[in-house]
């Protein structure tokens, strides 16, 4: 398997506190079949921590966690704001591995906008926009269907499969096959970490074919695309 979106990056965000806290993360996640990992810290067009500082703290956490035979990637989870997009086309703001996918999160948002609309626009600048925890919009499966026919990506948390707020639109996204990944969004070694649990509980809902698909062959176009 392979996690596209996690906090471990120690330091950057409300995420893991310190490399210790990280390490348990990579090593609960190599037990359970994950074979690389996104780092994916939260990042922001007016605050935070800035491309160039987050792969310097990136390479330098890399190293330290080589040892655990899990391969790390670096990639963000971008909190929507107008101005990202600019931001994004001069890296200023980080995709997946440097791919032209981006891991945007919407609910945060201070600003009005139209989703859809954002999604076309991004895909007509040659971007493709995975959506972070899609789940937590609660849509209606028509409008995730829109928002994929515009050329979105569907990401879920794998911890919303077992969550009653989140099950049934989980298992409903699951069914009609809207889902693209899987990721833990994993903030601590304190939290469970539930890929296995959720892969397996995807296998039995839908197939083996599709569990696979989402939880590590499409993830892998990130890694064959990234430079």
Do not use: W
Not at 90 to 98: A, D, E, G, P, V
Request: charge should be neutral.
């Amino acid at each position: 398997m392979i996690d596209i979106h996690t906090h471990i990056l120690n330091g950057v965000d409300n995420g893991c506190k310190d490399y210790n806290d990280a390490g348990k993360v990579v090593l609960k996640a190599k037990s359970e079949g994950v074979t690389a990992m996104f780092v994916t810290p939260n990042q922001r067009s007016y605050a935070g921590f800035d491309a160039d500082t987050l792969k310097q703290k990136f390479n330098k956490f890399n190293d330290i966690f080589k040892k655990h035979e899990v391969d790390l990637y670096l990639g963000a989870e971008i909190e929507y704001s107008k101005d990202c997009l600019v931001k994004i086309f001069y890296k200023k703001l980080l995709t997946m591995n440097n791919t032209k996918y981006v891991l945007m999160d919407f609910h945060k948002s201070q600003e009005e906008y139209d989703m859809l609309e954002v999604i076309k626009d991004y895909k007509a600048h040659g971007f493709k926009i995975i959506i972070a925890h899609a789940e937590v919009y609660n849509l209606s499966i028509r409008e995730y269907v829109k928002l994929k026919n515009a050329g979105a990506y569907i990401q879920i948390d794998a911890e919303s499969i077992f969550k009653k707020e989140y099950k049934k639109l989980v298992e409903e996204l699951l069914d009609e096959r809207l889902v693209d990944f899987v990721g833990s969004n994993i903030h601590s070694s304190t939290v469970k970490y539930v890929m296995d649990k959720a892969f397996d509980f995807t296998v039995k809902k839908t197939s083996k074919d599709y569990a696979d698909l989402i939880f590590n062959r499409n993830a892998k176009n990130l890694l064959i695309l990234g430079k």
